[in-house]
C-alpha cells in the first residue's frame, strides 16, 4: 500500500483527477491511498487565516508556516514519511527517472503552494523534495501534485493490468516511444507498416527500437545527449 497525503487549501480541485480511471482503479484494488488535508483546519484562528503579507513588502500573499507546520506534525505523529514534497515552478524538474524512484516509496506528502507560495521555514524544516513540472506557473499547487500523484502511481506494481506497458513508456531509457498502430489496417489509404502485420515478434521489437531512436533524434535529442553521460 502506498499512502499520498496532499496538503492544499483547494481541496476541490483535486477531487475530481482521483476519482476517475487509473488513479480511482488503483485505489479500489487496495494499492493506493490518496488523503486530502484541507489546510484551512489548521488556521491560527477563527476567521480560517492561512495566508499573510510577506515581510519586506510587495503583491501577493504567503501561505503561513504555522498551519502547514501543524499539519505535518499531526501526520508524522502517525506514522513515518518517506518524502515531504513541495510542488514549486523552482524545484527540480520532474523526469521518469524521478518518477520511477520515487514510486518505490510508501508514504508521501505533497504540499501545494498558493499564492506567492509558502514561508521559506516549511522548506527549511520541512520539505525533502521540492519539485517542479515545468517552466512555468500555475495558479496553485494542486494540478502540479495531480501529475506527480498520477505519474507514481501508474508506476506502482498492479496498477496497470499490464505491467510491462509503463516500461514501454516514452522516456523510459531516455526514449520517446514509437509510433503506434490500431485498426483498421488502412485509413483512406494511409497504411499500418507491414513489419506490425507481419507476426514476427523480434523483428518488430528491432522496428519499435530504431523509430523510438530516430523519433527522439528528431524531437529530443537532448535525451540522447543525456544518455551519453
Not at 495566508?51 to 501561505?63: N, S
Not at 508506476?155 to 516500461?167: R, W, Y
Not at 531509457?173 to 499500418?192: I, Q, T, W
Request: include cysteine; proline fraction near 6%; aromatic fraction near 6%.
Amino acid at each position: 500500500m502506498t499512502r499520498f497525503d496532499i496538503i492544499t487549501c483547494q481541496p476541490h480541485l483535486l477531487t475530481g483527477p482521483f476519482d476517475h480511471s487509473i488513479l480511482k482503479r488503483a485505489q479500489d484494488k487496495g494499492l493506493v491511498e490518496v488523503h486530502l488535508h484541507d489546510l484551512r483546519k489548521y488556521a491560527i484562528n477563527k476567521h480560517g487565516q492561512i495566508d499573510d503579507y510577506a515581510f519586506g513588502g510587495g503583491a501577493g500573499m504567503v501561505l503561513m508556516v504555522e498551519p502547514i507546520a501543524k499539519c505535518i506534525r499531526e501526520l508524522q505523529a502517525q506514522r513515518p514519511y518517506d518524502a515531504v514534497i513541495y510542488m514549486t515552478p523552482d524545484g527540480q524538474t520532474l523526469n521518469q527517472p524521478m518518477a520511477n524512484r520515487l514510486s518505490l516509496l510508501q508514504n508521501i506528502i505533497i504540499l501545494c503552494g498558493h499564492y506567492k507560495g509558502v514561508d521559506q521555514r516549511v522548506r527549511d524544516l520541512f520539505v525533502t523534495h521540492e519539485i517542479s513540472i515545468g517552466d512555468y506557473v500555475l495558479s496553485g499547487g494542486e494540478l502540479a501534485a495531480a501529475v506527480l500523484a498520477d505519474s507514481l502511481i501508474r508506476l506502482i506494481p498492479g496498477v496497470l493490468n499490464d505491467e510491462s506497458s509503463a516500461l514501454s513508456d516514452s522516456f523510459q531509457d531516455n526514449l520517446l516511444a514509437p509510433p503506434v498502430y490500431s485498426r483498421p489496417a488502412d485509413f483512406e489509404g494511409h497504411g499500418v507498416p507491414d513489419i506490425l502485420l507481419s507476426g514476427n515478434t523480434p523483428k518488430v521489437e528491432e522496428w519499435r527500437f530504431e523509430q523510438a531512436v530516430q523519433r527522439t533524434r528528431q524531437l529530443r535529442p537532448d535525451l540522447l545527449r543525456e544518455e551519453k553521460n
